[in-house]
C-alpha cells in the first residue's frame, strides 16, 4: 500500500457513486461520508455551534432578520476542528422562510458533509472539478488483500469500472485478480 497520509486518501477518494444530482449541484449521501469519516479516524465527530455576536452558542441554527437561517457544523478529524455553514435551503437551492425542523435537520446533515470535505473527502464535487486521478497501485493492493472470492469479486469489479477506457490498466487489474484467485485454490 502506499504512505499517503489519511488526508491525502480522503482527497483521492471516488465519491461519484454516492452522490445525487439536484438542479446544477451535486449533493454527497451524508450517511455515505460520515461512514467513510469513521473509517479514516474512528474519533472522528461533529457538532453544531452557532456563530452569533461574537460568541459561539450550542443552537444549531440562527434565523436571521429576513426569516432565512443559517446552520453551522464543525467537524473534528485528525484532531483538528473545520467548520461550515450552509443556509437552510429547498429543493431549487433558495433560502427557506420560515424552515421547519425537517428543513433544519436536512441542512445540518449537507453542512456536515460539506465539514467533512474540508477534511478531503469529496473536495472536488465544491472545487467543480471532475473524479481525482485515480491510483492504480492502490486498486491492485486492495485485490491482493482479498481473503476470499466475494471480497475479490467486489474489489475487482469496483477496479475494474473505475479504470473504464483504460485497457492497460484493466489487464492488468484482470491478471492481479487472476492470480490472487489462483491462490485460493
Not at 46 to 56: A, E, S, V
Not at 86 to 92: C, F, I, R
Given at each position: 500500500m502506499t504512505n499517503a497520509t489519511p488526508i491525502e486518501l480522503l482527497l483521492k477518494t471516488n465519491v461519484n457513486a454516492h452522490t445525487d444530482k439536484k438542479g446544477k449541484l451535486t449533493y454527497l449521501s451524508w450517511a455515505w461520508a460520515w461512514a467513510e469519516a469513521l473509517k479514516a479516524d474512528p474519533k472522528a465527530t461533529?457538532?453544531?455551534?452557532?456563530?452569533?455576536?461574537?460568541?459561539?452558542t450550542e443552537e444549531p441554527f440562527m434565523t436571521l432578520p429576513d426569516g432565512t437561517t443559517l446552520v453551522w457544523v464543525t467537524v473534528t478529524m485528525f484532531d483538528k476542528e473545520m467548520t461550515c455553514q450552509?443556509?437552510?435551503?429547498?429543493?431549487?437551492n433558495k433560502p427557506i422562510v420560515s424552515p421547519n425542523s425537517f428543513d433544519v435537520n436536512t441542512s445540518i446533515m449537507r453542512c456536515m458533509t460539506k465539514a467533512l470535505s474540508l477534511h478531503g473527502l469529496g473536495l472536488y464535487i465544491y472545487a467543480g472539478e471532475d473524479l481525482?486521478?485515480?491510483?492504480l497501485q492502490d486498486f491492485l493492493d486492495r485485490i491482493n488483500a482479498c481473503n476470499d472470492e466475494t471480497s475479490l469479486r467486489a474489489e475487482y469489479v469496483l477496479a475494474y469500472k473505475t479504470f473504464e477506457g483504460n485497457d492497460k490498466a484493466q489487464n492488468q487489474i484482470a491478471d492481479t485478480k487472476d492470480a490472487k484467485k489462483a491462490s485460493f485454490q
Open positions: 461533529f457538532k453544531t455551534k452557532t456563530f452569533f455576536r461574537d460568541q459561539y450552509l443556509p437552510v435551503m429547498n429543493h431549487m481525482p486521478e485515480p491510483d
